[in-house]
């Protein structure tokens, strides 16, 4: 069984800073395309960003492009993703995700197999 558990959330000033890890237990991590998620109150589950499990190969959305980074490592079985000059729109529950293998770029939430239950950050001024 899968399970993917998020850490690092909390509260942070804007214009600050904050990184984001998930671990994966269960499986071959080294096969896994991850993808970041996050939700915001009454607000629809948004695309982060993605790492592609052969050549680590990343993909963002427009809206954090510049400014968040996402990173592997498949000796810890973890994905982090590195949050810069954070704005109070980023607020949101932030969760990782994993899919077996894939050849494409994956923007879609139920692209995605197994999924944490999240993290909270809050960007506040």
């Known amino acids: 069984q899968v399970q993917l558990v998020e850490f690092g959330g909390t509260l942070v000033p804007i214009g600050g800073s904050l990184s984001l890890s998930c671990v994966v237990s269960?499986?071959?991590?080294?096969?896994?395309?991850m993808g970041w998620f996050r939700q915001a109150p009454g607000k629809e589950r948004e695309f982060v960003g993605t790492i592609n499990w052969r050549d680590d190969r990343t993909f963002y959305a427009d809206s954090v492009k510049g400014r968040f980074t996402i990173s592997r490592d498949n000796a810890k079985n973890t994905v982090y993703l590195q949050m810069n000059n954070l704005k109070s729109e980023d607020t949101a529950v932030y969760s990782c995700a994993a899919r077996l293998y894939g050849s494409g770029t994956y923007f879609g939430w139920r692209e995605y197999a197994w999924w944490g239950l999240g993290t909270q950050v809050t960007v506040s001024g």
């Open positions: 269960g499986g071959a991590f080294s096969t896994y395309t």
